[in-house]
């Protein structure tokens, strides 16, 4: 038995020995908190590997990509041609580039109100 199986089997029988007596001064709430956070980190464990593996695909498959970008030849981008068409038809008023009159009705003024109370309105000078 090398020495390393051995501080290991002392390492084990120390920390089993140490939660019982532990666990043996707790009380039952104390206990019941101490397996409630045990259960949710060892579930949380599973959700992590996955993720691990996922980014880690992610990651090498983009680094793959990256690495043959760099060996393929360079490209050009895409040239994009739009013939013009006909002219589009314009109404009677707009012949000319003038924009129509504007609408000669008056003015009215808005008025607001603040939703809130009154300490919310600007002060009266």
Same mark, same amino acid.
């Given at each position: 038995?090398? /020495?390393? #199986?051995?501080?290991?089997?002392? &390492? %084990?029988?120390?920390a089993?020995?140490?939660?019982? /007596?532990?666990?043996?001064?707790?009380?039952?709430?104390?206990?019941?908190?101490? /397996? &409630?956070?045990?259960? !949710?980190?060892?579930?949380? /464990?599973?959700?992590?590997?996955?993720? %691990?593996v996922?980014?880690?695909?992610?990651?090498?498959?983009?680094?793959?990509?990256?690495?043959?970008?760099?060996?393929?030849?360079?490209? $050009?981008?895409?040239?994009?041609?739009?013939?013009? !068409?006909?002219?589009?038809?314009?109404?009677?008023?707009?012949? &000319?580039? $003038?924009?129509?009159?504007?609408n000669?009705?008056?003015?009215?003024?808005?008025?607001? #109100?603040?939703?809130?109370?009154?300490?919310?309105?600007?002060?009266?000078?």
């Amino acid at each position: 038995m090398r /020495i390393r #199986h051995v501080v290991t089997a002392f &390492g %084990l029988v120390f920390a089993v020995t140490l939660a019982i /007596i532990v666990a043996k001064q707790m009380t039952t709430e104390a206990m019941a908190v101490v /397996i &409630g956070v045990v259960c !949710g980190v060892l579930a949380g /464990i599973p959700t992590s590997v996955l993720m %691990l593996v996922a980014l880690s695909r992610r990651d090498s498959l983009r680094a793959r990509e990256e690495a043959a970008a760099r060996h393929a030849p360079a490209s $050009y981008p895409p040239v994009v041609v739009i013939q013009g !068409g006909a002219q589009q038809p314009q109404f009677p008023a707009m012949q &000319g580039g $003038y924009w129509p009159a504007p609408n000669a009705a008056p003015l009215v003024s808005r008025q607001f #109100h603040v939703v809130g109370g009154e300490e919310l309105a600007w002060p009266d000078s």
